[in-house]
């Protein structure tokens, strides 16, 4: 059974830093796809940051220059440290895993979600 489980969230004012964490265990495949997505109240689920299977790095254009998603394989965790936050990241984070993705930043393409940790980033 494959578990995500991210970590990491909280508060912060606008133009400081905060670090997501998130582990995989339980996936049979020894290399996936994993990505950084964010929901913000009364709107779709949007991709961040991913990192494919091939070690490829993915960012939307508003979190280009300012956060930076990478992947340690050996223990499964996929981090993103974000920089220059600013209120509208405000947003529910989620990582999610897939065994194969043609589009990194699309959620239809990821089959497992962890639970979310949340960002509060105040003016």
């Known amino acids: 059974q494959v578990q995500v489980v991210e970590s990491g969230g909280g508060s912060v004012q606008a133009g400081g830093s905060l670090r997501l964490s998130c582990e995989v265990s339980?996936?049979?495949?020894?290399?996936?796809?994993m990505a950084w997505f964010r929901q913000h109240p009364g709107k779709e689920r949007e991709g961040v940051a991913a990192v494919d299977s091939y070690g490829s790095t993915s960012y939307a254009d508003s979190a280009k220059g300012r956060f930076t998603a990478s992947k340690d394989n050996a223990k499964n965790i996929l981090s993103l440290e974000m920089n220059s936050l600013k209120p509208e990241d405000t947003a529910m984070y989620f990582c999610a895993a897939a065994y194969r993705t043609l589009y990194p930043l699309d959620p239809a393409y990821y089959e497992h979600w962890g639970q979310g940790t949340l960002v509060t980033v105040s003016s």
């Open positions: 339980g996936y049979s495949y020894s290399t996936y796809s």
